[in-house]
């Protein structure tokens, strides 16, 4: 599978898992500050999008090592969101609403560079056993 390929998928599991996020947000949202509910819903999302990513777009088995590994691939994307999402909100007067769908925009191409390093990861022999 070539890389554009890859990053088509890779897009499509985005729309799929920003819109599981944004909904699980909104609902935190009811009840919680703006920051607490992007934090759950941000880990609530970041499972469905390690096996999104390993079956589609990856076409590679999901292992414990690479699902302890994969938030490696969400912490910058969860660093650009955050702070995104306060400097939207805080210093900028953007909406909590939908500053989270902005700041998300811009974590995606090195989301996708950090996730297929890890995704694409040869197996060692120890993880075999």
Same mark, same amino acid.
Request: aromatic share 14%; glycine share 6%.
């Given at each position: 599978?070539?890389?554009?390929?890859?990053?088509?998928? @890779?897009? +499509?599991?985005?729309?799929?898992?920003?819109? &599981?996020?944004?909904?699980?947000?909104?609902? !935190? /949202?009811?009840? $919680?500050?703006?920051?607490?509910?992007?934090?759950?819903?941000?880990?609530?999302?970041?499972?469905?999008? @390690?096996? +999104?990513?390993?079956?589609?777009?990856?076409? &590679?088995?999901?292992?414990?090592?690479?699902? !302890? /590994?994969?938030? $490696?691939?969400?912490?910058?994307?969860?660093?650009?969101?955050?702070?995104?999402?306060?400097?939207?909100?805080?210093?900028?007067?953007?909406?909590?609403?939908?500053?989270?769908?902005?700041?998300?925009?811009?974590?995606?191409?090195?989301?996708?560079?950090?996730?297929?390093?890890?995704?694409?990861?040869?197996?060692?022999?120890?993880?075999?056993?």
């Amino acid at each position: 599978m070539t890389v554009r390929v890859q990053m088509i998928r @890779f897009a +499509l599991v985005g729309v799929v898992n920003t819109g &599981t996020y944004y909904v699980c947000y909104l609902a !935190l /949202l009811t009840r $919680l500050p703006y920051l607490a509910a992007h934090v759950i819903a941000f880990a609530f999302s970041m499972t469905g999008s @390690f096996l +999104l990513n390993s079956y589609f777009t990856y076409r &590679t088995r999901p292992t414990w090592r690479k699902f !302890l /590994l994969f938030p $490696l691939t969400n912490a910058a994307n969860f660093a650009i969101t955050t702070g995104g999402v306060w400097l939207l909100v805080d210093l900028a007067g953007f909406s909590s609403r939908y500053a989270p769908l902005v700041a998300a925009v811009v974590a995606i191409p090195i989301t996708f560079a950090v996730s297929r390093v890890i995704m694409l990861r040869p197996e060692t022999a120890v993880e075999g056993r």
